[in-house]
Structures are given as structure tokens and as C-alpha cells.
């Protein structure tokens, strides 16, 4: 659930709460560079969000002209870190900025995050944006979202051989060919890359069954990381929202209720 807002007060507020800056998109995974940078501020949880009666996956995201500005603080990033909900916090924590920071527990053990959970997350992004490539059947919005679909599928293949990287080579040998040729619709290499990510599917609830993959994290792990956060929350999260700021989740939620039931 993403939280548009506009109110300086909360932007330096949650500025200065920040842990750490992530930058992630396309010039990460060495695919180019994005129109607009985007970059994940992890910031330390408020008590009023710690505390509060609503238990919600949201994010704050600032809008600027110049970039693109996600704040999420570190339960929700965590959460869906193990969710598979943001595939985009799974390449954070590969990101090598983490070393050596408050956050360097993720970063040296982000194999740990390699679930099947998150395989699936990304061979589903793959799977439907190849049905909805379709309707985008010309020019640089074909080869924009080819390219997408198969950085989904080549990091899922990495997470299966246990080799994840975010410039993965052979994505990128891929990416130039299809920026080369400016491709336009295809259907015969959108069937080939169907058929590849069906395979992957099938490939990860293998490695489930056989248990060489957990499904969300191990035990051991599980309780390491609620160690780990338990620390970090008595020592960073003592701050406050107030009740403006408050009201940013309050209607976020009344709103994907009110969704929920049409």
C-alpha cells in the first residue's frame, strides 16, 4: 500500500529517521539508467506505527519531479522482505552500501532470504506481465516491458541456483539485444519465454517438496532476525508521529477498505 504525500514537515521528519538510502532500478541491475532515480529510505519505526491498533504493509513515497522517493520503515521492510511483497527489498539487502551499517545483519545474510516465497513472487511478476505485454504490442514499450519480464525470470533462475547478483550477465547480454534490435511484437518469443517461466514454476515446488528451499525463513533464522530487530527497535524506535501524520495511514486504510468491499 503506497502513501502519496506532499508535507515537507514529514518528508524531513522521516529524512532524519532514515537508517539507510537504497538506491534501486534498472542502473542497479546495470540495465541503463531509469528517467527518474528511485531510492528505498528504510527508517527507523515510529511508536505510534509500532504501537498502533492497525497492522498495515504501506509505504510513504514523496513526490518529487526528480526522484522517485520510497520510506518504509524497518518492520514493513521486513515483513515484506519475507513476503515476497516488495521483490525490490530482497535486492536492497544485496545492495553492498548495507555492509558494515546499522542494517549489515541483512546484508550478510541476505542468502537466508532466498525462499521460495520470494522465487514465486518473482516468476508471478513474470507471469502476468507476459499476459499483459500483449497490449503493448509496438516499439520501446514492447522492449521495456520484455526486458522486465526477464529480469523477473533470470533472477528467479539465479535464486534457484543459489547464484543471485543484481547485475546478472546474462540479463544484461539479453537486455543490449533486445535495445539493439528494437524489437516490436514477437508472439513466438513471448510463447519461448511462457513456456520458460512455467518450467521455473515447476522447478521451484520441486525444490520445495524435495525441501531443498524453506518457504518463508528457517526457525534458527527466524529467531535470529526477531533478535536482531528487537535491538535495533529499542534502540532506534523511540520517536513519534503526530496526529496529521497519523492520518496519512488512518485514511490509506479506510480506503483499501472501502475498495475491498466494492
Same mark, same amino acid.
Given at each position: 500500500?503506497?502513501?502519496?504525500?506532499?508535507?515537507?514537515?514529514?518528508?524531513?521528519?522521516?529524512?532524519?529517521?532514515?537508517?539507510?538510502?537504497?538506491?534501486?532500478?534498472?542502473q542497479?541491475?546495470?540495465?541503463?539508467?531509469?528517467?527518474?532515480?528511485?531510492?528505498?529510505?528504510?527508517? =527507523?519505526?515510529?511508536k505510534?506505527?509500532?504501537?498502533? %491498533?492497525?497492522?498495515?504493509?504501506?509505504?510513504?513515497?514523496?513526490?518529487?519531479?526528480?526522484?522517485?522517493?520510497?520510506?518504509?520503515?524497518?518492520?514493513?521492510?521486513i515483513?515484506?522482505?519475507?513476503?515476497?511483497?516488495?521483490?525490490?527489498?530482497?535486492?536492497?539487502?544485496?545492495?553492498?552500501?548495507?555492509?558494515?551499517?546499522?542494517?549489515?545483519?541483512?546484508?550478510?545474510?541476505?542468502?537466508?532470504?532466498?525462499?521460495?516465497?520470494?522465487?514465486?513472487?518473482?516468476l508471478?511478476?513474470?507471469?502476468?506481465?507476459?499476459?499483459?505485454?500483449?497490449?503493448?504490442?509496438?516499439?520501446?514499450?514492447?522492449?521495456?516491458?520484455?526486458?522486465?519480464?526477464?529480469?523477473?525470470?533470470? %533472477?528467479?533462475?539465479?535464486?534457484?541456483?543459489?547464484?543471485?547478483?543484481?547485475?546478472?550477465?546474462?540479463?544484461?547480454?539479453?537486455?543490449?539485444?533486445?535495445?539493439? =534490435?528494437?524489437?516490436r511484437?514477437?508472439?513466438?518469443?513471448?510463447?519461448d519465454?511462457?513456456?520458460?517461466?512455467?518450467?521455473?514454476?515447476?522447478?521451484?515446488?520441486?525444490?520445495?517438496?524435495?525441501?531443498?528451499?524453506?518457504?518463508?525463513?528457517?526457525?534458527?533464522?527466524?529467531?535470529?532476525?526477531?533478535?536482531?530487530?528487537?535491538?535495533?527497535?529499542?534502540?532506534?524506535?523511540?520517536?513519534?508521529?503526530?496526529?496529521?501524520?497519523?492520518?496519512?495511514?488512518?485514511?490509506?486504510?479506510?480506503?483499501?477498505?472501502?475498495?475491498?468491499?466494492?
Amino acid at each position: 500500500m503506497n502513501i502519496y504525500f506532499k508535507d515537507e514537515k514529514l518528508f524531513k521528519k522521516l529524512l532524519s529517521k532514515t537508517i539507510l538510502k537504497v538506491e534501486v532500478g534498472s542502473q542497479v541491475y546495470g540495465l541503463g539508467e531509469d528517467a527518474i532515480p528511485s531510492f528505498v529510505h528504510i527508517y =527507523a519505526t515510529s511508536k505510534s506505527e509500532l504501537y498502533s %491498533f492497525l497492522n498495515s504493509y504501506y509505504t510513504f513515497q514523496y513526490e518529487s519531479e526528480k526522484e522517485n522517493l520510497i520510506f518504509m520503515n524497518i518492520h514493513t521492510f521486513i515483513r515484506n522482505l519475507v513476503t515476497g511483497e516488495y521483490t525490490i527489498n530482497f535486492e536492497a539487502i544485496h545492495d553492498k552500501s548495507l555492509a558494515g551499517t546499522e542494517l549489515d545483519f541483512l546484508y550478510q545474510n541476505r542468502a537466508q532470504f532466498a525462499s521460495y516465497t520470494v522465487l514465486k513472487s518473482y516468476l508471478n511478476f513474470a507471469k502476468v506481465n507476459s499476459k499483459k505485454i500483449q497490449s503493448e504490442k509496438e516499439g520501446d514499450k514492447w522492449s521495456f516491458q520484455l526486458i522486465e519480464i526477464l529480469r523477473n525470470l533470470r %533472477f528467479a533462475e539465479s535464486i534457484i541456483d543459489n547464484k543471485f547478483v543484481l547485475n546478472n550477465s546474462s540479463l544484461i547480454e539479453e537486455a543490449n539485444e533486445i535495445k539493439a =534490435a528494437k524489437f516490436r511484437y514477437n508472439k513466438a518469443r513471448l510463447e519461448d519465454i511462457k513456456i520458460e517461466i512455467d518450467y521455473r514454476r515447476i522447478k521451484a515446488n520441486d525444490l520445495l517438496s524435495s525441501k531443498s528451499v524453506t518457504r518463508f525463513l528457517s526457525e534458527d533464522f527466524q529467531y535470529k532476525l526477531d533478535k536482531w530487530l528487537l535491538e535495533l527497535t529499542e534502540s532506534k524506535c523511540n520517536w513519534e508521529l503526530d496526529k496529521s501524520e497519523m492520518s496519512y495511514i488512518y485514511k490509506a486504510f479506510e480506503d483499501n477498505m472501502a475498495s475491498s468491499e466494492q
